[in-house]
């Protein structure tokens, strides 16, 4: 190990992009099944409209993060001699990948 | 060691790591994103006068506020709790947060009105309560207690 901490590559005036975009993902997938969990049991599809714009939101904002993260882990070595590095981005393509598809 | 002691040892070293415990990120991740896409919908409106527009923006709103109390609450017992390390920072937080959901409930008021009386005070409205809640991400998320406090 070398005594440097890990460097991000995707970065705005030094502070790295992949943490700014992250909260985005999260917030549209989880309000996405929250407001399924309101259509479920109302059943005004207005309802569904809200969860597709969530999950389309989501979706996009997820691939922008990703964008971000790859660019970080292909950026610097010591990232990718993180094990945790590669159980998050390995763990976050499964979790995505099928909602894109 | 006492268990009383230990316990202490163990929340001396978690406070001694800068930034947010990851709920209360999690947390704030909530007004954060939701009012910064209350602004974008608030925008979409403005332009489209499509009426769906307006809705999805109260519910945003909504979502912000529910989620974004907790967040509060946690941000107020932090103050009261902590009062050396990383003082000023949690105070600073505290009060853009505060001041993010005062005015984000105001927000949600006037999103209350029918079709386009919501215009164009909403639409100012969230423009400032998104600034807010991005002021307290940032600050909470610049790594308070780093530095001072001991």
């Keep these: 190990m070398s005594d440097r901490n890990p460097r991000s590559t995707a970065k705005i005036a030094g502070h790295p992009l992949h943490p700014m975009i992250i909260p985005f993902p999260i917030v549209f997938f989880v309000s996405a099944f929250a407001v399924d969990l309101v259509y479920l049991s109302q059943g005004d599809p207005v309802w569904a409209l809200a969860a597709m714009w969530l999950l389309g939101a989501g979706l996009v904002t997820a691939a922008l993060a990703a964008l971000a993260g790859l660019t970080d882990f292909f950026g610097d070595r010591q990232i990718r001699a993180l094990r945790p590095a590669w159980m998050h981005m390995i763990g976050n393509v499964v979790a995505v990948l099928p909602r894109e598809a | ?150």
């Excluded at chain 2, 163990?10 to 704030?28: D, K, N, T, Y």
């Excluded at chain 2, 209350?112 to 919501?118: M, R, T």
């Design chain 2, 1 to 150: 060691m006492t268990v009383k002691a230990e316990g202490a040892a163990r929340m001396s070293e978690r406070l001694s790591r800068p930034g947010l415990p990851a709920l209360h990120a999690i947390l704030l991740a909530f007004p954060v994103a939701l009012f910064t896409t209350a602004l974008v919908t608030d925008i979409a409106y403005f332009n489209t006068a499509q009426i769906q527009w307006a809705n999805f923006a109260s519910w945003l709103i909504a979502g912000g506020l529910f989620v974004g109390a907790f967040a509060v609450l946690w941000a107020l017992v932090d103050v009261v709790r902590w009062r050396s390390r990383g003082a000023r920072g949690r105070v600073v937080y505290l009060v853009s947060l505060l001041a993010m959901w005062v005015l984000g409930f105001v927000d949600a008021l006037v999103h209350a009105k029918d079709a386009w009386a919501v215009m164009p005070a909403g639409l100012y409205l969230s423009g400032v309560v998104t600034i807010l809640a991005l002021v307290a991400a940032w600050v909470a998320h610049s790594g308070w207690g780093a530095g001072d406090g001991q």
